[in-house]
């Protein structure tokens, strides 16, 4: 282990080890990267509800039950007969506000767009027919603008970014049409106390945001 | 109220906790009466399935009393004695349409972890970690169980509680390993696991027309009971050569199908076995999976393995060259409990299926932390201790 030799070869093989991770590393990040177009970072999200499409979009219309399910965490205001705005709080508290116009386009398909806050956004969601009387499927595309230069080079990281939040609003949707509720875990009881419950909260965050729609 | 909860990597605790209550329409309270330790509870204990935290309760096989129901509930009254199945079904899903409940879409509010592992969240599990949901369990005076009209049923007059406390979980998930293998009749079955579950399989395997089971396990008193209760024949693997003995014992051919009711934690004798334990401790796998080679090596050419006991994440030397080339059918899963307690309640009631000498060490929950360990260490002949809060 002494000769010269046998050190710029470990060296070398370091090297190289590193520099293959590295390389296998970003390879993965960007993958996991949304397109980019003109300037807009676009996400294709979608979920599939076992519902035909007419329940689907009754679910939308049905004004007691929307507002029913939205009352944690949005409310919905009628511009014109097709054009509404949505106003949601950010669940995690902080007075965060999500502002958004949403505009019917015709049957099966909606669209949005949010100006004001943080991250300007525009989406669409279609309706399809999934086959094998497998109910609907809600494709949803959302564009975005990252801010900041320091985002734009390394790319949306972090919780807040809105793939997350359309992944997690495409789930809350499903659960909503299928059973009326969202199930929520966070008031079991545990034997935990403040800071071990504040440290699981964090968890359950994680566990909660994202992953696949 | 008080409820037995996870203090860290084998640690339990009896402590003070919040009562559960109402949180939507379709929950409703229940107020323990008794429920039972399971082997899968090992695996959290022990910390080989991740996404425990502290101060978690554990338990998700329970019987009990509603006390309380959400707005929506309509199938169900307060006072109601019922059985609970352990995985949540939300009924409203395709999965929970086509009765396959313990892959149900809406029951796991936290599916990023179990989505990432498994590339899908199945359903969310009553009492089993933040992987399955986060749901408080029901080694404790009460329980919230969510979509109580899909998950809870009515127990049938004259049922004691410490027998029906097994249709939560032991014996849908012993059914239905019975029912992947698809008997037509005169069949002979192993069974790896004389434990709770391989006791209910080896049972539903005789109702379901098996002419012959073979239960494997290494512990004496297991097996007696298993061959005394049931009439099973049986293979102590600690003494005999399993593979050797089932080929004999079906004069060449093989089980006809082969069921796993073990687990990540299965135990074995030998050099392999050492080699699996060290990995595994040291968390360099995840799972011990001596009994499921053995049932793919034993299973006839053909046949079917069943596997229920649960396994989470990878495992090495898998013989999938012996599965492929023998043509054999694997069959897998968490149970679907809320598909199969109703009929299993009925065969309870007439004594077609008497699960109640499982519960060889009833006693409060105050005890539970005994309880655990008598049931881990297999101590005192203890097949499963049954916490009574109220006691």
């Given at each position: 282990m002494t000769s010269n030799a046998t050190r710029w070869a470990l060296l070398g093989a370091t090297t190289v080890t590193a520099l293959g991770a590295g390389r296998a590393v970003a390879r993965r990040r960007r993958r996991h990267q949304p397109d980019r177009q003109g300037g807009w970072y676009v996400v294709r999200r979608g979920v599939t509800v076992d519902r035909p499409m007419d329940a689907v979009i009754g679910f939308w219309t049905d004004r007691e039950r929307l507002d029913r399910a939205l009352a944690e965490w949005a409310t919905l205001e009628q511009l014109d007969d097709n054009r509404w705005r949505c106003v949601a709080s950010d669940p995690a508290g902080g007075g965060t506000e999500w502002r958004a116009e949403i505009t019917v386009d015709g049957p099966g398909r909606l669209s949005w767009r949010v100006d004001e806050g943080p991250v300007p956004q525009r989406g669409h969601v279609d309706l399809v027919s999934a086959p094998q009387d497998r109910g609907t499927e809600i494709r949803a595309e959302l564009r975005y603008r990252a801010g900041g230069l320091l985002r734009r080079v390394l790319g949306p990281v972090g919780g807040d970014e809105p793939d997350l939040g359309l992944r997690d609003a495409l789930r809350r949707i499903k659960s909503l049409v299928e059973t009326g509720q969202m199930i929520d875990t966070r008031h079991d009881p545990s034997g935990r106390d403040a800071t071990q419950e504040k440290a699981t909260d964090r968890v359950r965050e994680r566990l909660t945001t994202g992953g696949r729609a | 109220m008080r409820a037995l909860c996870w203090e860290g990597v084998g640690k339990l605790a009896v402590r003070d906790v919040p009562e559960p209550g109402i949180r939507a329409e379709g929950d409703i309270i229940v107020k323990v009466r008794a429920s039972s330790v399971c082997g899968s509870d090992l695996h959290l204990i022990n910390g080989y399935l991740p996404a425990m935290r502290e101060g978690d309760i554990l338990g998700h096989e329970f019987t009990g009393e509603v006390v309380e129901t959400g707005?929506?509930?309509?199938?169900l009254r307060v006072g109601d004695r019922v059985v609970v199945g352990s995985v949540v079904a939300c009924g409203g899903c395709w999965y929970c349409r086509t009765e396959q409940y313990s892959l149900c879409d809406n029951s796991n509010p936290q599916p990023v972890l179990t989505e990432k592992l498994w590339g899908h969240s199945p359903a969310g599990i009553l009492g089993y970690s933040h992987a399955a949901g986060g749901y408080s369990g029901s080694h404790a005076e009460y329980i919230r169980v969510p979509f109580g009209d899909v998950g809870a049923f009515k127990v049938p007059d004259g049922v004691a509680d410490d027998a029906v406390?097994?249709?939560?979980?032991a014996m849908p998930t012993g059914w239905m390993a019975a029912d992947f293998c698809a008997l037509k009749g005169g069949e002979v079955v192993a069974v790896w696991g004389a434990g709770g579950v391989g006791q209910m399989a080896a049972r539903s395997a005789q109702i379901l027309g098996a002419e012959r089971v073979i239960v494997i396990d290494r512990l004496p008193e297991r097996l007696a009971t298993a061959a005394d209760r049931l009439g099973v024949e049986t293979i102590n693997y600690a003494e005999t050569d399993v593979l050797e003995a089932l080929r004999e014992m079906t004069a060449g051919r093989g089980p006809d199908a082969c069921i796993e009711a073990?687990?990540?934690?299965s135990h074995d004798v030998g050099p392999i076995y050492a080699y699996d334990k060290a990995k595994q401790s040291a968390r360099l796998t995840t799972d011990r999976p001596t009994s499921v080679r053995q049932a793919i090596m034993a299973c006839r050419k053909g046949g079917t393995v069943s596997i229920v006991g649960v396994h989470g994440g990878l495992v090495d030397k898998f013989p999938l060259g012996a599965a492929m080339n023998k043509a054999l059918v694997l069959r897998m899963g968490q149970m679907h409990a809320q598909r199969y307690i109703p009929m299993l309640l009925d065969r309870l009631a007439v004594g077609e299926?008497?699960?109640?000498?499982?519960?060889t060490h009833p006693m409060s929950l105050e005890d539970g932390v005994r309880g655990y360990e008598l049931f881990e260490k297999k101590q005192d002949a203890c097949l499963r201790s049954v916490l009574h809060p109220a006691a």
């Open positions: - | 707005p929506g509930v309509q199938r406390v097994f249709a939560s979980d073990v687990g990540m934690e299926i008497d699960p109640g000498y499982l519960a």
